[in-house]
């Protein structure tokens, strides 16, 4: 059974910092793309950044220069640091997990970031 848990949502200022987790089980992590995205109200689930297996990164043009995505295989987890936060930040953040494109595979429950001004 594949499970995706993420973890390290919350409240913080704008201009603050928070770290996303997300520890997979179930999937052979270091095969697997990851993937972080978020959707805010109203919205549609948008991709914030990306890690291949082999560790290349994309992020998306809003989130360039403050946020950063990591992996490490030997504790199955993928993180998201996320700086200068911005109150357009606030979203229902999720990771997926997929063989090419992680959107295509896995997704985990979802972990509210909320920013205040």
């Known amino acids: 059974q594949v499970q995706l848990v993420e973890s390290g949502g919350g409240l913080v200022q704008a201009g603050g910092s928070l770290r996303l987790s997300c520890a997979a089980s179930?999937?052979?992590?270091?095969?697997?793309?990851m993937g972080w995205y978020r959707q805010a109200p109203g919205k549609q689930r948008e991709l914030v950044a990306a890690?291949?297996?082999?560790?290349?990164?994309n992020y998306a043009d809003s989130v360039k220069g403050r946020f950063t995505i990591s992996r490490d295989n030997a504790k199955n987890t993928v993180y998201l640091q996320m700086n200068s936060l911005k109150p357009e930040d606030t979203a229902v953040y999720y990771c997926?997990?997929?063989?090419?494109?992680?959107?295509?595979?896995?997704w985990g429950q979802g972990t509210q970031v909320t920013v205040s001004s």
């Open positions: 997926a997990a997929g063989s090419y494109l992680p959107s295509k595979g896995y």
């Open positions: 179930g999937i052979i992590f270091r095969l697997n793309a």
């Open positions: 890690i291949s297996s082999e560790g290349s990164t």
